[in-house]
């Protein structure tokens, strides 16, 4: 009688002759694995870089008190929308309007001094430099009631962009001293995503490569491209800098949060491919394990080129229909006999 046993990663084979107590068996090791084809495909060089979105040079404002004063009336909200030039904040600055007005003053009589000596010049009275000595006084006055005046006006907050309210620090009612901050402004319309990425591939980059940008916690990707690359690395991390503009962000992507650009490299066609799965390092090569049709497991080193979406462009003594191992590869020796894993130990039948 004859019978068989199969059993997780090996088959045993036994056989029992007539009256023969000294049967012959045969042990015969066959080690699951996952099989992949090689195939011909076309595969997209791509390279990641992970940073934080921020406002663009300019698209953020920090308004501040020109003048110590009291806060009169805030306008605007934390979340706001608000336009160039909107009013955010009444300053009351008692002060500065009693000096604005006492420099116009003065201002005005400098220019009626200077004025009444022209025309003394013209009656031979005065000399050419008593005039020119009060043209300059008229001069100094009104630039500085003009100073004043404008100085007096930004007591009247105002945004210089357009944009959103990110930060409200001021209340009624509170003084607040000379370059105290009031509000935040900024344009949520344009984001720059600022990352690092390692030299070796900072050299690949150009201005202008289109990259999908995915900022955490918020479905779908933006698009964006390279819109600087830094001029040097640094020395401890071996890293460059790299900004990603994004020029619709939408309300979903925040300043300060973090986001991921992928930036493509260009395309390759008619490469052949694997799963990363496939990949081991055998020694200090990388190799893949070429099943043949006698079920033994072959070492084939490759090189390993672009890596995209789990999958790698490989050169080397493979060709396209070829067979791989996957899952289970590292446990893999060259010329090991391996099976097809199922995912499920089955008894054989017997014969």
């Given amino acids: 009688m004859r019978w068989r046993l199969a059993v997780p990663g090996m088959v045993i084979l036994a056989g029992c002759r007539g009256g023969n107590s000294g049967g012959e068996a045969a042990v015969l090791t066959r080690v699951p694995v996952g099989i992949a084809i090689v195939r011909t495909d076309t595969i997209s060089e791509q390279v990641a870089v992970v940073g934080r979105l921020t406002p663009i040079p300019g698209g953020s404002a920090l308004l501040t008190a020109p003048a110590a004063g009291v806060v009169q009336v805030v306008r605007v909200q934390i979340g706001q929308v608000v336009q160039a030039g909107q009013l955010l904040v009444d300053l009351e600055i008692p002060e500065l309007a009693s000096s604005a007005r006492e420099l116009r003053a003065a201002a005005e009589i400098a220019e009626r001094d200077a004025k009444r000596q022209q025309e003394l010049l013209r009656e031979g009275i005065a000399s050419e430099k008593q005039v020119e000595e009060k043209m300059a006084a008229a001069t100094a006055g009104r630039s500085a009631a003009d100073a004043a005046e404008q100085l007096l006006a930004r007591a009247s907050v105002r945004s210089p962009i357009a944009g959103a309210v990110q930060r409200v620090a001021a209340h009624p009612g509170e003084r607040v001293e000379a370059g105290a901050a009031l509000v935040e402004v900024i344009n949520r319309n344009i984001l720059d995503l600022i990352g690092s990425i390692p030299s070796s591939q900072l050299s690949r980059l150009r201005i202008g490569q289109p990259a999908l940008v995915t900022a955490e916690g918020v479905p779908g990707s933006r698009r964006g491209e390279v819109r600087a690359i830094a001029p040097a690395v640094d020395s401890l991390s071996n890293a460059g800098q790299v900004v990603v503009r994004v020029s619709s962000p939408g309300e979903a992507f925040r300043a300060g949060a973090g986001a991921t650009a992928t930036i493509s490299l260009g395309t390759k066609r ?73 995912g499920t130990a089955k008894p054989a039948e017997p014969e």
């Fill in 270 to 342: 008619g490469v052949r491919v694997v799963p990363d799965s496939a990949l081991v390092l055998v020694g200090a090569t990388m190799s893949v394990f070429v099943i043949g049709p006698d079920s033994l497991a072959r070492v084939v080193p490759v090189r390993v080129g672009v890596r995209e979406g789990g999958r790698a462009e490989v050169e080397g003594a493979l060709s396209a229909g070829d067979r791989v191992a996957t899952t289970g590869a590292y446990g893999l020796a060259d010329g090991m006999r391996v099976v097809a894993d199922t």
